[in-house]
DNA sequence: TATGAATACCTTGTATCGCAAGGTACCCGA
DNA sequence: TCGGGTACCTTGCGATACAAGGTATTCATA
């Protein structure tokens, strides 16, 4: 159906801000953040979540540290770096913006 | 610069339904679309704009109709078919969702 | 000690889509 | 008749989400 496939390319492009805006609060490991996005109703898979962390890392974006889990191998808690703050400010701005344009095409 | 990217990333998903909204008010061909778009601080280009709306042609959500112009070749005027109706209000509420989700996070 | 399940990290291949650039066709005034 | 403006469309490229598959660590249990 291609309203599946529209709704899913309208979710892609906010993946990345939604995990920052994730990431502002508190610092989480992968799997927090496919769990809370989940409850957000923000779906997101694997395969797509540790290239975007890798990426938005290599950017400067994130940073992550270690940390021991009293159940399995230890995990990379990711967390935002000053400059992933001031990116995530533009990206307030941004979403803002959108919302002003989608409010000016309905009206 | 990054932020540039992400936020035309966070743009491109919701291209689809920004057109759509703008057929909804009137039938319009592509100078239009592209025009009324930027009015409403929307950027895209002829390259992205026709294959999408051939697209969505070929989905059966849009129909079109020449119209002689008094300057100039004749104009295709893109027009929401009844299905195209019906998948833009399912777009609508795939927006208040996306909305509600950053909201959440937000919070 | 061995092994299997659970958890967590990551990579590869495919499909989609926006965008830049280039191309064709039509109209009209000089 | 020819050049500029307008309009439609296609091709090649890069970015990215997703599905599927792979590796490593921990712990309970046989």
Not at 13 to 18: A, D, I, N, P, T
Not at 41 to 59: A, F, H, N, Q, W
Not at 60 to 69: A, D, K, N, T, V
Request: hydrophobic share 35%; net charge neutral.
């Amino acid at each position: 159906m291609n309203t599946d496939n529209t709704k899913s390319q309208m979710r892609k492009g906010m993946l990345e801000y939604c995990i920052m805006l994730l990431l502002r609060r508190q610092p989480c490991y992968a799997n927090d953040i496919i769990q809370k996005l989940h409850e957000a109703d923000m779906i997101v898979m694997e395969g797509t979540l540790y290239p975007l962390l890798s990426r938005l890392k290599r950017d400067g974006l994130l940073g992550y540290e270690w940390r021991e889990s009293t159940q399995g191998p230890p995990r990379k808690y990711y967390v935002l770096t000053p400059d992933g703050h001031e990116a995530l400010a533009q990206l307030d701005a941004s979403w803002e913006e959108i919302q002003r344009t989608v409010s000016i095409l309905k009206s």
